[in-house]
């Protein structure tokens, strides 16, 4: 069940930037995602921490928007103890547990 209504519109103008990112179980893993596609902020916030620019991400992933890439980073900033906490617990059991 989405606890964010996948809107019609992702991207464009009067895009509702609310609606812009949604959850679902079993897509992403539950995990918060750009709406009305696959792609995670996590995966967006990953790519972005290596160094790429929100327009090179929205370059290299054609099928977003660079309006979508910068909601998920604002998602990302304003939720950023809970998404830096997961990636920590992923990158930590991706290393077997071992804790830095």
């Not at 996590?42 to 977003?64: C, F, N």
């Not at 998404?83 to 804790?99: F, H, K, Q």
Request: hydrophobic residues 40%; aromatic residues 4%; negative net charge.
């Amino acid at each position: 069940m989405s606890t964010t209504l996948e809107a019609t519109v992702v991207a464009g103008e009067n895009a509702d930037l609310g609606r812009m990112i949604a959850t679902s179980e079993g897509i992403c893993g539950g995990q918060p995602r750009v709406a009305g596609t696959g792609v995670s902020v996590r995966r967006i916030v990953g790519w972005y921490k290596t160094g790429l620019s929100p327009e090179e991400i929205a370059e290299e992933v054609g099928h977003l928007s660079l309006a979508q890439v910068y909601v998920a980073l604002a998602f990302y900033h304003a939720n950023r103890c809970t998404i830096d906490a997961t990636l920590a617990r992923e990158d930590s059991a991706a290393r077997g547990g071992a804790e830095t």
